[in-house]
Nanobody
Framework: QVQLVESGGGLVQAGGSLRLSCATAGRSSSRYAMAWFRQAPGKEREFVAGISRSGVSTKYADSAKGRFTISRNNNAKNTMYLQMNSLKREDTAIYYC????????????????WGQGTQVTVSS
């Protein structure tokens, strides 16, 4: 089992930046592909960015390209990050991290483990 805990969310003005973190506990998540998703009020959860098990390969949703950067640190802390720059009001959502034990690539068909989410609110 893998436990995922997100942090770093908050309130920021449009054009500002935030860095989200996803800390892991339990079985080593360095063997897992990981990703960030988000869910805005009244909308379905959507993929934001994914990173391969090794950290070499990444994938982004069109809305995140050029503004967001996903990364991971596969040392003992096994932490994943999402650096978000040039934030827009439409980035307001709850952001979730996810991990999948059966996948190695930057985009998986499904993710077995999920965090509780961290709120990001972008004001104009």
């Amino acid at each position: 089992q893998v436990q995922l805990v997100e942090s770093g969310g908050g309130l920021v003005q449009a054009g500002g930046s935030l860095r989200l973190s996803c800390a892991t506990a339990g079985r080593s998540s360095s063997r897992y592909a990981m990703a960030w998703f988000r869910q805005a009020p009244g909308k379905e959860r959507e993929f934001v960015a994914g990173i391969s098990r090794s950290g070499v390969s990444t994938k982004y949703a069109d809305s995140a390209k050029g503004r967001f950067t996903i990364s991971r640190n596969n040392n003992a802390k096994n932490t994943m990050y999402l650096q978000m720059n040039s934030l827009k009001r439409e980035d307001t959502a709850i952001y979730y991290c996810a991990a999948d034990p059966g996948c190695v690539s930057s985009s998986c068909g499904s993710y077995d483990f999920w965090g509780q989410g961290t709120q990001v609110t972008v004001s104009s």
